[in-house]
């Protein structure tokens, strides 16, 4: 099992950067997802880390160190289309051997102008 | 493009009806997976498959059953609908673990239950 901690809610100014936090307790880590959720829409992949260190994708970065248990996201050039939730995910290994991503709570990003 | 279908939208039934979810995925995906959402409480796994007639509990299995007969099918059941399932549920597929892709999930759009 694991434990999942992320903050319930953020806000931000259009253009600024933004790091939302991810930490989170596992018995057999086995890679780390952000996913992005709009309102009244589904979650989509956004990244993913399995080894130490940062992975860019044009505006948006996902850092993770394994033995602190911690990852951000990181939202560079804020668009008011970033207001969102982004939900972090943490694939772990079950009882019954399976690995299966388990989620935060999510955190809720508001971008103001 | 891929894609992953639930079978309404939004559904309202009645305490005590048995009430199928259906999710069906394009992509060939072993796993699948359901979920219910809740302000406060995040996605919380109820069951999920990584084959054809085989389930695993999630999290919060009680009050559910599943099928899974065919690759790209995966049905939720609520045999005895009761209000504390009012909830919004999301069906899921990916790729199985050490398939050698990132495994994501892919979603469906998520049906929205309200249980009266």
């Known amino acids: 099992g694991q434990n999942i901690d992320q903050p319930t809610e953020m806000t931000a100014t259009e253009g600024a950067i933004v790091q939302i936090n991810c930490t989170y307790q596992t018995s057999g880590f086995n890679g780390l997802f952000w996913y992005q959720q709009h309102a009244g829409e589904a979650p989509t992949f956004l990244s993913y880390?399995?080894?130490?260190g940062l992975e860019e994708k044009g505006r948006f970065s996902s850092f993770l160190s394994r033995s602190k248990g911690y990852s951000y996201l990181l939202l560079k050039e804020l668009q008011m289309k970033d207001s969102a939730s982004y939900l972090c995910a943490v694939r772990d290994i079950l009882p019954g051997g399976s690995y299966i991503p388990t989620f935060g709570r999510g955190t809720s990003l508001i971008v103001h102008p | 493009d891929v894609k992953v279908t639930q079978s309404s939208r939004y559904l309202v039934k009645r305490t005590g009806e048995k009430v199928f979810l259906e999710c069906v995925q394009d992509?060939?995906?072993?796993?699948m997976f359901w979920y219910r959402q809740d302000p406060g409480l995040g996605l919380r796994l109820i069951y999920f498959?990584?084959?054809?007639?085989?389930?695993e509990k999630g999290d919060i299995p009680e009050g559910y059953s599943v099928s899974r007969e065919k690759k790209e099918r995966f049905s939720l059941i609520l045999e005895s609908a009761s209000t504390n399932q009012t909830s919004m549920y999301l069906c899921a597929s990916s790729t199985p673990e050490g398939s050698g892709s990132k495994n994501e999930q892919f979603f469906g759009p998520g049906t929205r239950l309200t249980v009266l």
């Open positions: 498959s990584y084959d054809v007639k085989m389930k």
């Open positions: 880390n399995v080894l130490d």
């Open positions: 992509m060939d995906h072993e796993n």
